[in-house]
């Protein structure tokens, strides 16, 4: 199986899961912030015309391909990984180490109501967990020095970025500096309830790897009239 794809330019991580937890287990035992970015469709099509975003996926240690449509898209799906990635596999084990560990959580969002649903969420089904708290940017009226100070002052294990792309990446890269914890695990705007795509989310995943795949062509045609 291949384990990194390269998209218009941008290397993505393509290990099995069990494969990318041992990566980040391994690269915790060093202190510092470490980094682990889901990477879909959205944020993919984003880096192409955004520098922020794609300079945030090359920082990243570890990069979670999010989306089928991707590998799809660059033709190297098989179907142990297309299977992990349709089920969330990554997340679920990777809060299980967290919740095991007995890990404290940071919560970032840019909407009060979705932030405060995610931390119901986490409590309910990883309730070893400790969620010491969760943060919107709308409530800091954007200002990212507030949001940085508070999570700083409470020094948590994990900050869990459900920051939609490109915040995400932003936040990132203009704070990496500064925040005290030990992983940055950014999952951007994942529905962490629904897991079913019903028909108009399986028309949207054909329209958006549609357009991926397009991106891709037209990248490679760039690539080609150069040489």
Request: aromatic fraction near 8%; proline fraction near 1%.
């Amino acid at each position: 199986m291949i384990k990194s794809v390269d998209f218009a330019g941008i290397q993505l991580d393509n290990y099995t899961v069990r494969e990318t937890i041992m990566n980040v287990e391994k690269n915790m035992s060093d202190h510092g912030l470490h980094t682990i970015e889901e990477v879909n469709m959205d944020t993919l099509m984003l880096a192409d015309s955004d520098d922020t975003v794609r300079a945030a996926l090359d920082f990243v240690e570890h990069t979670v391909i999010a989306e089928n449509g991707i590998l799809e898209a660059v033709g190297a799906g098989s179907y142990q990984r297309k299977h992990e990635i349709e089920h969330h596999d990554f997340f679920y084990e990777m809060m299980k180490r967290i919740e095991r560990n007995h890990k404290t959580v940071f919560i970032i969002g840019d909407v009060s109501e979705r932030t405060k649903q995610v931390g119901e969420y986490l409590q309910r089904d990883y309730s070893k967990c400790e969620i010491v708290g969760a943060e919107a940017l709308e409530d800091c009226n954007g200002a990212t020095d507030a949001m940085v100070n508070e999570i700083n002052a409470l020094n948590p294990d994990v900050i869990l970025s459900i920051l939609p792309s490109p915040q995400q990446e932003r936040f990132l890269m203009e704070n990496h500096e500064k925040l005290s914890a030990g992983l940055w695990y950014g999952v951007a705007s994942r529905n962490f309830e629904k897991q079913g795509k019903g028909i108009l989310g399986k028309i949207r995943h054909v329209i958006r790897t549609y357009k991926l795949e397009r991106r891709l062509n037209h990248y490679h045609g760039d690539e080609e009239s150069v040489k």
